[in-house]
């Protein structure tokens, strides 16, 4: 019997928190609520004209927490509105109220205007000056590459070779130094598997360390002969 007492109670209580919501819910339809729903809309045009109507913006509303329409506008151009309007009718609400901050009178919106117009033809400039300053970069990288490549292929490096063909690559070099300098490297592979290509150039080295020795005796005799 207690626990049929217990669960009456609770769905009485159930039943009279449903009802208070319906009466609440009943009474925020009863509030005005275009303003906060063109605000939280973003509908600029609308606040201003709701404003022009008469519109109260110090009023709160149960559905948007309690906040005045200010608080729930979507963006800045619709706050705007608001701070439009409190400068033409600086007396008819609560502005503080309202939590409208200042007015925006036309001469600071021309103002704000050539201020964003100046913004925005600085940051032109700036970006225009450090595209100037990249391009400049990447041609000097350009060119160091090309110089490091046209070295490496009249030394006849293998792995210096690979390593320039690398960063010319990356470098942007041009498509025909670049063909040129791997046919280069492979040439130099071929080479470097052939035995008689190594016997050749073996007989190669040799023959020049002799002149260099046979040149240098040849200096020395000179240098006795005079002396």
């Known amino acids: 019997q207690m626990k049929i007492v217990s669960e009456a109670k609770r769905a009485a209580a159930e039943a009279e928190a449903a009802a208070a919501m319906a009466r609440a819910e009943a009474e ?7 303003l906060h729903a063109a605000a939280e809309a973003g509908d600029a045009a609308t606040v201003l004209i709701l404003l022009e109507s008469g519109s109260d913006p110090t009023l709160t509303h149960v559905r948007w927490g309690f906040r005045v329409a200010y608080d729930v506008a979507r963006d800045k151009d619709t706050r705007n509105a608001f701070r439009r309007h409190m400068a033409a009718q ?8 309202a939590h409208v901050p200042s ?6 919106e021309t103002e704000r205007e050539e201020k964003e117009r ?3 033809k600085e940051k032109k400039r700036r970006a225009e000056k450090a595209r100037k300053e990249r391009r400049k970069q990447e041609d000097a990288e350009r060119q160091a590459a090309d ?7 009249d030394a006849k490096e293998m792995d210096a070779l690979c390593k320039a063909i690398e960063h010319a690559v990356q470098a942007g070099c041009p498509e025909d130094k670049v063909s040129a300098a791997r046919s280069t490297l492979d040439k130099l592979r071929r080479d470097a598997a052939d035995p008689e290509v190594q016997k050749r150039k073996e007989r190669e080295r ?3 360390a002799a002149e260099a020795r046979m040149a240098a005796g040849g200096s020395f005799v000179a240098v006795r002969l005079n002396d």
């Open 206 to 208: 040799r023959a020049a």
């Open 103 to 108: 007015a925006l009178t036309e001469e600071a």
């Open 90 to 97: 600086p007396n008819q609400w609560d502005w503080a109220a």
């Open 118 to 120: 100046q913004k925005a």
């Open 28 to 34: 925020a339809d009863l509030l005005p609520s275009e």
């Open 147 to 153: 110089r490091q490549l046209q070295q490496a292929v």
